[in-house]
C-alpha cells in the first residue's frame, strides 16, 4: 500500500492566489481528516470526513478555506484567496472508523504540503 | 478543558539514556491516548497507545506510563538512540467522538551518539 498521497509537497505562492491542496487516502478507509501544522498553533484538525461527507468542520478557520471530497480516493483542500497567515504544512490523514461511533482505528498521516504564501 | 499540555518544549539525551515525555489533560472524557512520532519532512506515525483502564503499556523500548487520578500520562524511551530523533507528539481523544483527536504542542528530541 503506498500509504496517504499529497501533491503538491511544496507550493509557493503569492497572497491572493487560489491554492488547491490534494490528497489520496488509503484505500479501504472511509474517513478522512485534514491538519494544519504551524509553530505557533501546533498540529490542528480543519475538518473530518466520514463516506465522503463532511462530519465536522468546526477547525477551518475561515470561509477563505474549503473542502471536498467527490469520491472515497480523492479529496481536496482550498484556500482562496490566501494570505501569509496561512503559510504552514498541511497534512491529510485518513482511517477506518466504524458506523455509529465506536473505535476508531488509528489515523495514517501523509507526508503533508508545505505551503508558503508570499 | 480541551487541552492537552506537552513537556518539555525540546530535550537532549545521550546515547543509551532515557527520554522522558510528559503530557497532562484536564478533560476526563478522554478514552484514549495516542502518542505520535514525526520525523523532518514526514506525516506524523502512530507509535504507542494506551486506554485508561491500564497504567502501563510497554513495546520494545517505548513505554507509556499512565496516572488517572492525576491526569498525566508520559512516554518513556529507554536506551535512546540517535535515530529517536524526533518529533514526539501526545495525544487525546473524546470518549463521545470517536474521530477527534487533540494534540498536544509536541517535543523536539536530540538523542546524541
Known amino acids: 500500500d503506498a500509504g496517504v498521497i499529497q501533491s503538491p509537497r511544496h507550493e509557493v505562492t503569492e497572497m491572493g492566489q487560489e491554492v488547491t491542496l490534494r490528497c489520496k487516502p488509503i484505500s479501504g478507509h472511509n474517513s478522512l481528516f485534514w491538519y494544519r501544522q504551524t509553530m505557533m498553533r501546533g498540529l490542528e484538525l480543519l475538518i473530518y470526513?466520514?463516506?465522503?461527507?463532511?462530519?465536522?468542520d468546526s477547525g477551518m478557520p475561515e470561509d477563505r478555506f474549503s473542502a471536498k471530497m467527490p469520491n472515497a480516493s480523492f479529496s481536496t483542500l482550498k484556500i482562496q484567496p490566501s494570505e501569509p497567515r496561512d503559510s504552514a504544512v498541511y497534512f491529510c490523514a485518513s482511517s477506518y472508523v466504524l458506523a455509529g461511533g465506536g473505535l476508531a482505528n488509528e489515523q495514517f498521516f501523509g507526508p503533508g504540503t508545505r505551503l508558503t504564501v508570499l | 478543558q480541551q487541552q492537552v499540555k506537552q513537556s518539555p518544549q525540546s530535550l537532549i539525551v545521550q546515547k543509551g539514556g532515557i527520554s522522558i515525555i510528559n503530557c497532562a489533560y484536564e478533560?476526563?472524557?478522554?478514552?484514549?491516548f495516542p502518542w505520535y512520532q514525526q520525523f523532518p519532512g514526514k506525516g506524523p506515525a502512530l507509535l504507542i497507545a494506551i486506554r485508561p483502564d491500564v497504567s502501563e503499556k510497554k513495546e520494545g523500548r517505548f513505554t507509556i506510563s499512565f496516572n488517572k487520578s492525576a491526569k498525566q500520562f508520559s512516554l518513556h524511551i529507554m536506551d535512546s538512540q540517535p535515530g529517536d530523533s524526533a518529533t514526539y507528539f501526545c495525544a487525546a481523544r473524546r470518549m463521545d467522538s470517536s474521530y477527534k483527536l487533540i494534540f498536544g504542542s509536541g517535543t523536539r528530541l536530540l538523542v546524541r551518539p
Open positions: 478533560n476526563t472524557a478522554f478514552d484514549y
Open positions: 470526513f466520514n463516506n465522503n461527507v463532511p462530519i465536522d
